[in-house]
C-alpha cells in the first residue's frame, strides 16, 4: 500500500544487528532504499540467547513500538531473533498488517523471502571433510530448530553423512543458537567424554565455530591435526581465526539490495519472484586441514587491528569519562546536557532521546523540591514493561550537530510530525531506554555507521540507560527523603508543623530576629472545651475539632507565619516583622474564620480558642522557649477571663 504524498518507509526488525552478518546486510538495504529515495527505520535489540533475562525482555520491547501500518514494508532477519515467541509475535502482527513483507534467509508463509543457499554449500563442506581427510566421526553444532538457515544446514549435513555410509548419531548434534556463548558450551560437553571425541565438529555459523574453537584451544587441542572445524557465514573472526576456519562465504550486501528491490516492486506493482536464494560458496582453510592464505590476508589482517585498535582505544577514553559524569549528575537537566556532550561519539546526523512525560516530570518536579505523589510516579511496579506509554517528552534533540526543540507527541508518531517533513534520506535506528525489563523510553539515531555496526553502540546504549537509572534512584531516594523529613517535622491529624516542626523552622526565625535585630510575633492557643466535646461526642468529633482549629489557624495567616500544633488541643503560631497591631490584627483574622467555620459546619458544638501572644525584638543569649513560656502565660490569663465572664 503506497503512503500517497509522502516519502516512502521501510521498517527492518533486527536483533544485534552488530553482528557481521547483520551489518553487511544492512548495508546493502540502506544504499538500496537511499537510493531509491526511501527511509529506513531500524528497530534493534541487542540481546543474548535467554529470552527470560530482564535486560532481553527490555530490549524486545523496542518491537511493540512498531505500527507495522505506518510502513510500506518491512524486512524481518528472523534468524537473528532467538526468542521463539517473540519471533511467532512478530511474524503474526506483519502478516496482520498486509504490508509487502520480505524475510532475509527464513523461508515462511506470507513473506517474500531473499537468502543465500545453506544446504549445497553445508552438504560440500561436510563431503570434503569425509572425501579429502578421512573424517567419519563429524558432530555437529546447531542452531534453533524454528530457524529455517538452522534446520537446512543440519539437514545437509545428516544427508551427507548418509550418502557417504555413515550412520547420523543424535549424540552427536548439539542443539541451541548460533552464538559463540553456545559452540563454547557445545565443546565443554564433547570434552565431557574425552573418548568419544570427533575426529571434525561442524558448525552452523562462524560465531559457533570460533566459541567451539576457544575452548578446544584451552584444553590444549590442537586444529586440525587433533580435531578439524568448520563454520559458516566467512566472517572476519573466521578468515583470521588461528587457524583460520573453513567456512561458507555469502554475499550479503547483494541480499539486502534485493530485498528492497523486491519491495519496491510490489508497490510498483511489478511482477517479482516469491522467493530468490543467491549462491555461497564453501571456502577451505587451515582448520580443516587444508592449506591456504597469502601476504595480501595478512596485510589485510593488521590493516583491519590497527582500525580496530584505534576505533575501541578511542571509545574506551571517552566512554569511561562518560559514565563517570552521567552517574555524577544531580539534576535531569544536568544528565541531558552532560548526555548531549557524547552524542558525537556516535557520528550520527541526528540524535533523539524520547523519555515517557510521566517520568521527566517527575524528576523536573524533583529537581525543584516540589512534593511528587509516589502513587503517581512511574518507580518500581509503575514502569512499562510490556510497550510504551502513550505520550513522550524529546528531552534530547540534537540535528546537524545543534540542539532543536519539540513539544511532547504521542508515542504511536515515533517521531514529531514537523520533523518528518525533510527531503534527507534517512536511516532511524530505535533502541529502548530500559532499566532490565523496566522501560524509560526510546532512542533514535540517524544516520550512524557507527551504530549500525560498531558493537560499542550496545555499550554506548547501557551507559545511557544506567546513568538514567542511577538518577532516577537518586531522585526516587531524595523524594523518600524531603517525605520521611515532612512526616517527622509535621503533624499528621491536622498537618501544621509538629513540635519538632517548630524547633526547626520558629528556631531559625527567632535566630534571624535575633541577628537582624527585627521584632518577633509568638502566639500561644488553646481550645476550649475540648474535653468536653470528646466526652459529649466521641474523639472522632474531637479531631474534627482540632482540624477545624488548625484549618482556621492557617487561613488567618498572610504568608510568612509558622504554625505548629505544639501537642494535644495547643497551638504555637511565630512570625517576623509583627508588631502588637499586627499581633492583635492576627487575633482578629483567627476569630473571624472560627466563626466561618462553625457556622458552616452545622456542628452541636463550636470551636473556639484562647490566645496569648508577645512581641519582642529577642537579643544575643536569649532562648526562644522563653517566650513560649510568656506568650502561654498570656493565653492562660486569657482563658480564665474567658472562664471567669462564663461562671458570671
Not at 90 to 110: F, T
Not at 353 to 366: I, Y
Not at 474 to 496: E, F, K, P, W
Request: contains cysteine; aromatic residues 10%; negative net charge.
Amino acid at each position: 500500500m503506497k503512503r500517497e504524498g509522502k516519502k516512502r518507509r521501510i521498517a527492518v526488525v533486527v536483533a544485534s544487528m552488530e553482528v557481521e552478518y547483520a551489518g553487511k546486510t544492512l548495508q546493502g538495504i540502506e544504499k538500496e532504499a537511499h537510493a531509491l529515495g526511501m527511509d529506513v527505520y531500524v528497530f534493534n535489540a541487542s540481546v543474548s540467547t535467554d529470552e527470560t533475562l530482564k535486560h532481553n525482555i527490555g530490549e524486545y520491547n523496542i518491537y511493540n513500538l512498531i505500527d507495522y501500518t505506518l510502513f510500506d514494508g518491512v524486512i524481518l532477519f528472523a534468524n537473528l531473533i532467538q526468542s521463539y515467541s517473540v519471533y511467532n509475535k512478530i511474524i503474526d502482527a506483519v502478516k496482520k498488517s498486509g504490508i509487502a513483507a520480505v524475510s532475509i534467509d527464513a523461508e515462511m508463509e506470507g513473506f517474500y523471502f531473499v537468502g543465500g543457499e545453506n544446504y549445497r554449500p553445508m552438504k560440500e563442506i561436510v563431503s570434503h571433510l569425509i572425501e579429502e581427510h578421512g573424517y567419519t566421526k563429524i558432530n555437529y553444532i546447531s542452531g534453533q530448530d524454528f530457524n529455517s538457515d538452522s534446520r537446512e544446514r543440519l539437514s545437509a549435513y545428516c544427508d551427507a553423512l548418509t550418502e557417504h555410509g555413515i550412520p547420523v548419531e543424535e549424540e552427536r548434534i548439539f542443539r541451541g543458537a548460533f552464538t559463540n556463548a553456545h559452540g563454547r558450551a557445545a565443546a565443554e560437553r564433547m570434552l565431557e567424554t574425552p573418548e568419544k571425541l570427533p575426529e571434525a565438529v561442524v558448525c552452523a555459523t562462524d560465531a559457533i565455530a570460533i566459541g567451539a574453537r576457544s575452548v578446544f584451544a584451552g584444553r590444549g587441542i590442537e586444529i586440525p591435526r587433533q580435531l578439524a572445524l568448520t563454520g559458516f557465514d566467512d566472517t572476519f573472526g573466521a578468515r583470521n581465526s588461528v587457524p583460520r576456519i573453513t567456512t561458507v562465504a555469502r554475499n550479503q550486501v547483494q541480499v539486502g539490495r534485493k530485498a528492497v528491490r523486491k519491495i519496491a516492486a510490489v508497490l510498483d506493482g511489478r511482477m517479482t519472484s516469491r522467493a530468490e536464494r543467491f549462491p555461497a560458496t564453501p571456502v577451505f582453510r587451515e582448520s580443516c586441514g587444508c592449506t591456504t592464505g597469502g601476504r595480501a590476508e595478512i596485510v589485510s589482517l593488521r590493516r583491519k587491528y590497527v582500525e580496530t585498535a584505534q576505533h575501541y582505544g578511542r571509545y574506551l577514553t571517552d566512554g569511561i569519562v562518560m559514565v563517570e559524569e552521567l552517574n555524577d549528575s544531580r539534576t535531569l537537566q544536568d544528565f541531558l546536557d552532560c548526555l548531549q556532550q557524547y552524542v558525537r561519539m556516535l557520528q550520527c546526523d541526528s540524535f533523539y532521546l524520547c523519555l515517557d512525560r510521566k517520568l521527566v516530570e517527575n524528576l523536573r518536579a524533583e529537581q525543584q523540591g516540589e512534593r511528587v505523589d509516589m502513587a503517581e510516579t512511574r518507580y518500581g511496579e509503575d514502569y512499562c514493561v510490556e510497550g510504551f506509554p502513550e505520550i513522550m517528552t524529546m528531552a534530547i534533540a540534537c540535528e546537524g550537530g545543534k540542539a532543536v526543540q519539540y513539544e511532547d507527541f504521542p508515542t504511536e508518531q515515533l517521531l514529531p510530525e514537523r520533523h518528518l517533513s525533510t527531503d534527507k534520506n534517512h536511516t532511524y535506528i530505535f533502541s529502548t531506554i530500559h532499566f532490565r525489563n523496566q522501560c524509560m523510553g526510546y532512542s533514535v539515531v540517524d544516520n550512524s555507521y557507527f551504530a549500525m555496526s560498531s558493537p560499542l553502540f550496545a555499550t554506548w546504549m547501557i551507559n545511557l540507560c544506567n546513568g538514567l537509572e542511577n538518577l532516577r534512584k537518586q531522585a526516587h531516594q531524595r523524594n523518600m527523603l524531603r517525605q520521611l523529613d515532612r512526616m517527622y517535622v509535621t503533624d499528621s491529624l491536622t498537618g501544621l508543623y509538629n513540635r519538632f516542626g517548630f524547633i526547626r523552622y520558629a528556631g531559625a526565625i527567632f535566630e534571624n530576629c535575633t541577628a537582624r535585630a527585627e521584632s518577633l510575633m509568638i502566639l500561644f492557643g488553646d481550645m476550649d472545651g475540648l474535653k468536653k466535646i470528646n466526652d459529649s461526642f466521641g474523639h472522632t468529633e474531637g479531631d474534627a475539632a482540632i482540624q477545624a482549629a488548625a484549618r482556621a489557624l492557617e487561613r488567618a495567616c498572610l504568608g510568612n507565619e509558622v504554625c505548629s500544633r505544639f501537642g494535644g488541643d495547643e497551638f504555637i503560631v511565630c512570625a517576623a516583622g509583627y508588631s502588637e497591631e499586627n499581633a492583635e490584627a492576627y487575633e482578629s483574622r483567627l476569630e473571624e474564620e472560627l466563626e466561618k467555620i462553625n457556622d458552616s459546619a452545622d456542628k452541636p458544638y463550636r470551636v473556639s480558642m484562647s490566645c496569648g501572644f508577645e512581641v519582642v525584638v529577642p537579643q544575643i543569649g536569649e532562648v526562644l522557649n522563653h517566650y513560649v513560656d510568656v506568650a502561654d502565660n498570656r493565653m492562660y490569663e486569657t482563658k480564665n477571663s474567658k472562664k471567669n465572664r462564663n461562671d458570671n
